[in-house]
Nanobody, 123 residues
Framework: FQLVESGGGLVQPGGSVRLTCAASGFNFHYYQMGWFRQAPGKERERVACISSRDGSTVYAESVNGRFGISRDNANKSLYLQMNNLRPEDTAVYYC?????????????????WGQGTQVTVSS
C-alpha cells in the first residue's frame, strides 16, 4: 500500500500549484481519497476529500473556491489544484486513503497516508 505525493515547492502569493498523489498496492477504485495539511506548530487539518462512488467532494471552508480535488481511477492518481495561494496555505500536504465501499464520503479516520510534500507560499 503506497501513496506518493509530488508537485510541492515554493510559490508566490496568488500563484498556483498542482499536487499529485500516485497510489499503488490497493484497489484505488474503492477508496475515498483526501488531501490534508499540517503547518508548523499546528494540528493536521483536512483540505479536501473525494468519494470513490460518485466523485462527490467536500472542502475545508478556508480553501473552498480556490482549490480543486480530482481523481483518475484508471491511472490511480489523486490531484489537488491549488489557485490563488496565500501564505497561510504554507504546510506539508498529505495524501490519504480509506476504504469507502457503500458508505457515504467522509474526511475522518483515514487509514493510509503518504509521506507528504511541502508547499511554501512566500514572496
Amino acid at each position: 500500500f503506497q501513496l506518493v505525493e509530488s508537485g510541492g515547492g515554493l510559490v508566490q502569493p496568488g500563484g498556483s500549484v498542482r499536487l499529485t498523489c500516485a497510489a499503488s498496492g490497493f484497489n484505488f477504485h474503492y477508496y475515498q481519497m483526501g488531501w490534508f495539511r499540517q503547518a508548523p506548530g499546528k494540528e493536521r487539518e483536512r483540505v479536501a476529500c473525494i468519494s470513490s462512488r460518485d466523485g462527490s467532494t467536500v472542502y475545508a471552508e478556508s480553501v473552498n473556491g480556490r482549490f480543486g480535488i480530482s481523481r483518475d481511477n484508471a491511472n490511480k492518481s489523486l490531484y489537488l489544484q491549488m489557485n490563488n495561494l496565500r501564505p497561510e496555505d504554507t504546510a506539508v500536504y498529505y495524501c490519504a486513503a480509506d476504504f469507502q465501499g457503500a458508505l457515504a464520503l467522509t474526511c475522518d479516520g483515514y487509514e493510509y497516508w503518504g509521506q507528504g510534500t511541502q508547499v511554501t507560499v512566500s514572496s
